[in-house]
């Protein structure tokens, strides 16, 4: 049975749930059983090749260390299985998994549990809710192998929790600014003011000062070790919406896929707070959940994921493609599908970069959120991801102030948000305004904005602005590679020059592009970074999955 301290009454069941003879008969096959000792360890944190066990006999205790000592997370007895989502996405344990009573298990290779998630539909429900809840509830209460000790006036403080929340992985976060005992823990690592944030990972075995993304993403394995000498079916990066719909896809349909992800699964799309006018989610969903279940197919279907990693350039010459990562590797694959995204355009304001992540932010979920409790708070945009934001903010702030450049939303803003807008009078709407300086110390302070209408500039004391306005694509890695629009967005389809005015064909085959095939056969663009694509979530779901049926034909060709 779980812990009584793991979850709440009602998931409990569910999270940890007691396999009936049947269903362990039909895992047999896959497995083989063994007998288990007193004390017997059969896996620990930071194990990376953790088999999957169905307990037959006897009684397992699940231990997590933490900077204060072990912790019960849960205890196993016949019928229950162990793991979570590191089973499927195969990083690092995160637990202790030993033998309090001896016993037999059934033990099964990370490649067994994928091959029965994948053909039998009952128990890959079973084992995937359970997995997820266990996550959850890892991820709810903060117990993991890392921890931050952090400051809510760090700018590198935020994009560290940023980093680790929105890859959902489960870890303890300690405020220096509030927690009595934070200097205590800075004297026991020896540690200064200067030294924060300050990452204890895995478990105190190493600690990083200040670190960057790419080090804690090594230091948690989520960087991953993809085998360079491996030729794959298709490589996708960018892991937003239109990315993670074609790894699904892609993967389900038996191909084999790499993700490669530069910050975090979602995209734009994974800092939304809540999207509503999504099909099949009557009361809306936050972006960030989306991304969770999105990635747990993936993985389910056998996707590798790669995640703080960036392509640096496409070797397009010869095929199969190449493609040259930061660090200087190079991973090929007979077909490239590119979901890159784009990233909000920051405001052409003096000092911008001073107050990023100490003031101004580019994304609005929970963790903003807690950072302006009861304040007033300013959102620059018109589109839908803004007014998301701005309805989102309106629920703990004292006021929002959305600053459009348009005199209106109609243009822009599904008419169910600008109703919502409207009608909160928490929410003020300024039209034909921008902000026109932003001030402060060592934080945003003091905003002052623009009424392009009467000319006139105003004061306020708002410290916290959240910039969601038009995006721009990072495609500069591809220039003198693919056919791009005069603003950087990928040429796909018709909408590619055949010709460039010499009489030379810069399609290179006799048959014309597919839907989404780039100026480079067997190379796609989906999503946002796509030339004439519709900004929404679901056209960019339908892009990634429909990229795999001409990924299917370019490989035929071949």
Same mark, same amino acid.
């Given at each position: 049975?779980?812990?009584?301290?793991?979850?709440?009454?009602?998931?409990?069941?569910?999270?940890?749930?007691?396999?009936?003879?049947?269903?362990?008969?039909?895992?047999?096959?896959?497995?083989?059983?063994?007998?288990?000792?007193?004390?017997?360890?059969?896996?620990?944190?930071?194990?990376?090749?953790?088999?999957?066990?169905?307990?037959?006999?006897?009684?397992?205790?699940?231990?997590?260390?933490?900077?204060?000592?072990?912790?019960?997370?849960?205890?196993?007895?016949?019928? =229950?299985?162990?793991?979570?989502?590191?089973?499927?996405?195969?990083?690092?344990?995160?637990?202790?998994?030993?033998?309090? =009573?001896?016993?037999?298990?059934?033990?099964?290779?990370?490649?067994?549990?994928?091959?029965?998630?994948?053909?039998?539909?009952?128990?890959?429900?079973?084992?995937?809710?359970?997995?997820?809840?266990?996550? &959850?509830?890892?991820?709810?209460?903060?117990?993991?192998? *890392? #921890?931050?000790?952090?400051?809510?006036?760090?700018?590198? #403080?935020?994009?560290?929790?940023?980093?680790?929340?929105?890859?959902?992985?489960?870890?303890?976060?300690?405020?220096? @600014?509030?927690?009595?005992?934070?200097?205590? $823990? *800075?004297?026991?690592?020896?540690?200064?003011?200067?030294?924060?944030?300050?990452?204890?990972?895995?478990?105190?075995?190493?600690?990083?000062?200040?670190?960057?993304?790419?080090?804690?993403?090594?230091?948690?394995?989520?960087?991953?070790?993809? @085998?360079?000498?491996?030729?794959?079916?298709?490589?996708?990066?960018?892991?937003?919406?239109?990315?993670?719909?074609?790894?699904?896809?892609?993967?389900?349909?038996? $191909?084999?896929?790499?993700?490669?992800?530069?910050?975090?699964?979602?995209?734009?799309?994974?800092?939304?707070?809540?999207?509503?006018?999504?099909?099949?989610?009557?009361?809306?969903?936050?972006?960030? @959940?989306?991304?969770?279940?999105?990635? %747990?197919?993936?993985?389910?279907?056998?996707?590798?994921?790669?995640?703080?990693?960036?392509?640096?350039?496409?070797?397009?010459?010869?095929?199969?493609? =190449?493609?040259?990562?930061?660090?200087?590797?190079?991973?090929?694959?007979?077909?490239?599908?590119?979901?890159? +995204?784009?990233?909000?355009?920051?405001?052409?304001?003096?000092?911008?970069?001073?107050?990023?992540?100490?003031?101004?932010?580019?994304?609005?979920?929970?963790? =903003?959120?807690?950072?302006?409790?009861?304040?007033? &708070?300013?959102?620059? !945009?018109?589109?839908?991801?803004?007014?998301?934001?701005?309805?989102?903010?309106?629920?703990?702030?004292?006021?929002?102030?959305?600053?459009?450049?348009?005199?209106?939303?109609?243009?822009?803003?599904?008419?169910? $948000?600008?109703?919502?807008?409207?009608?909160?009078?928490?929410?003020?709407?300024?039209?034909?305004?921008?902000?026109?300086?932003?001030?402060?110390?060592?934080? *945003?302070?003091?905003?002052?904005?623009?009424?392009?209408?009467?000319?006139?500039?105003?004061?306020?004391?708002?410290?916290?602005?959240?910039?969601?306005?038009?995006?721009?694509? +990072?495609?500069?890695?591809?220039?003198?590679?693919?056919? $791009?629009?005069?603003?950087?967005?990928?040429?796909?389809?018709?909408?590619?020059?055949?010709?460039?005015?010499?009489? %030379?064909?810069?399609?290179?085959?006799?048959?014309?592009?597919?839907?989404?095939?780039?100026?480079?056969?067997?190379?796609?663009?989906?999503? @946002?970074?796509?030339?004439?694509?519709?900004?929404?979530?679901?056209?960019?779901?339908?892009? !990634?999955?429909?990229?795999?049926?001409?990924?299917?034909?370019?490989?035929?060709?071949?």
């Amino acid at each position: 049975m779980a812990s009584s301290t793991f979850g709440s009454e009602e998931s409990r069941p569910r999270a940890f749930p007691v396999l009936s003879a049947e269903q362990i008969e039909r895992i047999r096959p896959l497995g083989e059983v063994r007998a288990t000792e007193v004390g017997e360890e059969l896996f620990r944190p930071g194990d990376t090749t953790v088999p999957f066990f169905v307990l037959l006999g006897g009684r397992m205790e699940i231990w997590q260390p933490g900077l204060d000592g072990q912790r019960q997370v849960a205890v196993h007895t016949a019928g =229950e299985f162990t793991g979570e989502m590191t089973m499927i996405s195969g990083q690092r344990c995160l637990v202790t998994g030993r033998m309090t =009573e001896a016993g037999e298990v059934l033990q099964l290779s990370g490649e067994s549990l994928r091959a029965l998630v994948a053909r039998d539909a009952e128990l890959s429900e079973i084992l995937m809710r359970a997995f997820l809840l266990r996550r &959850v509830e890892l991820v709810r209460q903060g117990w993991g192998t *890392l #921890t931050v000790l952090g400051s809510q006036h760090s700018s590198r #403080t935020l994009e560290i929790r940023e980093f680790l929340t929105r890859n959902g992985y489960p870890h303890t976060y300690i405020d220096l @600014d509030r927690d009595a005992t934070s200097q205590a $823990l *800075l004297d026991r690592f020896a540690l200064t003011a200067a030294d924060v944030p300050v990452v204890v990972c895995n478990a105190g075995q190493q600690i990083f000062r200040r670190p960057s993304i790419k080090e804690l993403a090594a230091c948690l394995g989520l960087s991953g070790n993809a @085998d360079g000498r491996k030729l794959r079916d298709v490589i996708v990066v960018g892991a937003g919406p239109a990315g993670l719909a074609a790894a699904v896809y892609a993967a389900s349909e038996g $191909l084999s896929v790499l993700v490669i992800e530069t910050l975090a699964p979602g995209g734009q799309a994974g800092s939304s707070s809540r999207i509503e006018n999504y099909l099949g989610f009557p009361t809306g969903v936050s972006g960030q @959940d989306l991304a969770g279940r999105a990635v %747990s197919q993936a993985l389910k279907f056998g996707t590798q994921m790669m995640v703080a990693r960036s392509v640096e350039a496409l070797e397009c010459a010869r095929h199969p493609y =190449e493609l040259r990562l930061d660090g200087g590797e190079t991973l090929a694959a007979r077909a490239v599908v590119i979901a890159t +995204g784009a990233q909000y355009n920051k405001l052409p304001l003096e000092g911008l970069e001073r107050f990023e992540g100490n003031g101004i932010y580019y994304g609005a979920t929970q963790m =903003e959120a807690q950072l302006c409790l009861g304040e007033e &708070v300013a959102v620059v !945009g018109g589109g839908n991801s803004a007014g998301q934001a701005a309805a989102f903010l309106a629920q703990t702030t004292r006021k929002v102030h959305m600053l459009v450049r348009s005199s209106g939303l109609a243009a822009t803003m599904s008419r169910y $948000l600008i109703e919502r807008l409207e009608q909160n009078p928490k929410v003020g709407i300024h039209y034909q305004t921008e902000v026109a300086a932003v001030e402060g110390e060592q934080r *945003l302070e003091r905003l002052q904005w623009l009424n392009k209408a009467t000319g006139e500039t105003s004061e306020h004391a708002i410290r916290h602005l959240f910039v969601m306005t038009g995006a721009s694509p +990072g495609t500069a890695w591809l220039h003198g590679c693919l056919a $791009l629009d005069p603003k950087g967005f990928i040429l796909t389809g018709r909408d590619l020059p055949l010709h460039d005015g010499t009489g %030379s064909a810069h399609w290179p085959l006799e048959r014309a592009p597919e839907l989404l095939e780039t100026s480079l056969p067997g190379v796609f663009a989906v999503g @946002d970074v796509r030339a004439a694509n519709v900004k929404r979530v679901a056209s960019a779901v339908g892009e !990634g999955a429909i990229s795999i049926y001409f990924v299917h034909r370019w490989l035929a060709e071949g």
